[in-house]
């Protein structure tokens, strides 16, 4: 919790002296270009890779496999294309890592050994 408390304060001071650095160097409107741009970008990628997401997993869902690396994809495409919506290029940054399926693979298998830890330590309780 103390992390989450610690990111909260970090990355936004980040972002805001990135984005003044940003101002300096390449000027304010190509700034607040390409803020807008990624944000346009960021919501047309998600909806586009979203949308494939929920029909890979009704196929699967019909022919009766369990869709869990489906469903790890459509998380990270939701926090990817929520990212990519907030203005800054360190949330950019992450968040078209989050949307491209390469880079996809090595948060997926952050979130496996996230929800296995809590799991394991009775944080999460799964009832069948």
């Known amino acids: ?3 989450l408390i610690l990111l909260l304060i970090i990355v936004p001071a980040a972002e805001i002296g990135i984005l003044l650095w940003s101002g300096k160097t390449i000027g304010v409107p ?10 346009l970008l960021g919501a047309y ?6 949308l494939e997401t929920i029909r890979r997993a009704q196929d699967q869902i019909r022919y009766g496999r369990m869709p869990g690396d489906t469903i790890l ?19 950019d940054a992450i968040g078209f890592m989050l949307l491209a399926p390469p880079t996809r693979i090595f948060f997926k298998r952050l979130l ?8 394991n330590n009775g944080k999460i309780t799964i009832i069948r």
Do not use: E, H, N
């Open 1 to 3: 919790m103390r992390y």
């Open 30 to 39: 190509l700034t607040i270009l390409v803020i807008i741009s990624t944000g």
């Open 45 to 50: 990628l998600a909806k586009r890779q979203g």
């Open 73 to 91: 994809d459509g998380i990270c495409i939701l926090v990817g294309g929520t990212l990519l919506l907030t203005p800054g290029f360190i949330t």
């Open 112 to 119: 496996m050994r996230i929800s296995t830890r809590w799991i």
